[in-house]
């Protein structure tokens, strides 16, 4: 059973960044997934960005595009999510999931686990 734990959050004007960290614990594979989800006040849990363990491929969601970056760090076993060019629309409780064999990119209820969430507070 992979664990994660994020950090990295707080609040930024905007037009700052922020870098995300998520560190993971227990086996991760060639196939395993990381992704970044978020959740602002009122509304459902949305993707932002994904790849996969063996760094080949990574999706970011529209929105997010162009702006934010995942990345990893196997030596490290954690993943990264830097955040540039920051809206208030990017203010959220943002998590980190994994999923240890693989799964859908986008889909949250495919990650097996999921850490406690880092609020990102993007003021005006």
């Known amino acids: 059973q992979v664990q994660v734990a994020e950090s990295g959050g707080g609040l930024v004007q905007t037009g700052g960044s922020l870098r995300l960290s998520c560190a993971a614990s227990?086996?991760?594979?060639?196939?395993?997934?990381m992704a970044w989800f978020r959740q602002a006040p009122g509304k459902e849990r949305g993707f932002v960005a994904a790849?996969?363990?063996?760094?080949?491929?990574?999706r970011h969601a529209d929105s997010v595009k162009g702006r934010f970056t995942i990345s990893r760090d196997n030596a490290k076993n954690t993943v990264y999510l830097q955040m540039s060019s920051l809206r208030p629309e990017d203010t959220a409780v943002y998590y980190c999931?994994?999923?240890?064999?693989?799964?859908?990119?986008?889909?949250?209820?495919?990650?097996?686990?999921w850490g406690q969430g880092t609020q990102v507070t993007v003021s005006s």
């Open positions: 790849m996969g363990w063996n760094g080949v491929s990574t």
């Open positions: 227990g086996r991760l594979f060639a196939t395993s997934v």
């Open positions: 999931a994994a999923a240890t064999y693989g799964t859908i990119w986008n889909v949250a209820a495919d990650y097996d686990s």
